[in-house]
Every structure is written in C-alpha cells, then in structure tokens.
C-alpha cells in the first residue's frame, strides 16, 4: 500500500500561482504513473492532471492545459504541481493519486489505486 501526502494548499488571489506537492512512500514509486484529481463540493472528483513513471509523458485536462505542469522527481519520491494563472473556479480539493495499473496513465477514478487525504485550494476572484 502506498500512502502519499499532499502540500501546498492555500488561499490565492485570481491570477496567482501556488505549487502543490505530494511524498509518497511504502510501494516502489519510480514504476507507477502518478497523477491529481480535484473534486469541488460534492460533486464527482474530476481529472486534473496525469504524469508516466519516467516523467516523459503528461497529461492534463482541457480546463487547466497550459496553465498547470506536472512533474515528478523520482529520487525523493515527490510529485509537483504547479498552478499558474489560477482562476475562481479552480477552487477545490486537490488529491495526489498513483496509479492502479503500470503503463495505464489515471484518467478517471477507477484507475486510481490509492488517494492522498486532500490538500485545499481556495481562489478568490
């Protein structure tokens, strides 16, 4: 089991930027595709962004592509996000997830083999 803990959450003016960060640990960490959900309220978690083991390959969702970049550092075991350009609605909570298969990049919750506890991200307008 894999647990991953999220940081970097806060509170941000529209326009601003924050960088979120996720530290994984108990599962061989460099073989696994990680990725962030977001889920506002209660409503469905969505996809946000999605990075392969190496780091060479990512994926975001359409509402945050060029704005948002993934990465990863496979020698600490950490998983960033960094926010640019941050608008209201971006307000959520922001979860780090690893993948439930090696190779399949999680796209939606049923490919999620583990959830980190949630960091907030409020963004005022």
């Known amino acids: 089991q894999v647990q991953l803990v999220e940081s970097g959450g806060g509170f941000v003016e529209a326009g601003g930027s924050l960088r979120l960060s996720c530290a994984a640990s108990?599962?061989?960490?460099?073989?696994?595709?990680m990725g962030w959900f977001r889920q506002v309220s209660d409503k469905e978690r969505e996809f946000v962004a999605v990075?392969?083991?190496?780091?060479?390959?990512?994926d975001y969702a359409g509402s945050v592509k060029g704005r948002f970049t993934l990465s990863r550092d496979n020698t600490k075991n950490m998983v960033y996000l960094q926010m640019n350009s941050l608008k209201s609605e971006d307000t959520a909570v922001y979860y780090c997830?690893?993948?439930?298969?090696?190779?399949?990049?999680?796209?939606?919750?049923?490919?999620?083999?583990?959830w980190g506890q949630g960091t907030q991200v409020t963004v005022s307008s």
């Open positions: 108990g599962r061989p960490f460099s073989i696994y595709p």
């Open positions: 990075v392969s083991s190496s780091g060479a390959v990512t």
């Open positions: 997830v690893v993948g439930r298969r090696l190779g399949a990049l999680p796209r939606v919750t049923s490919d999620v083999g583990s």
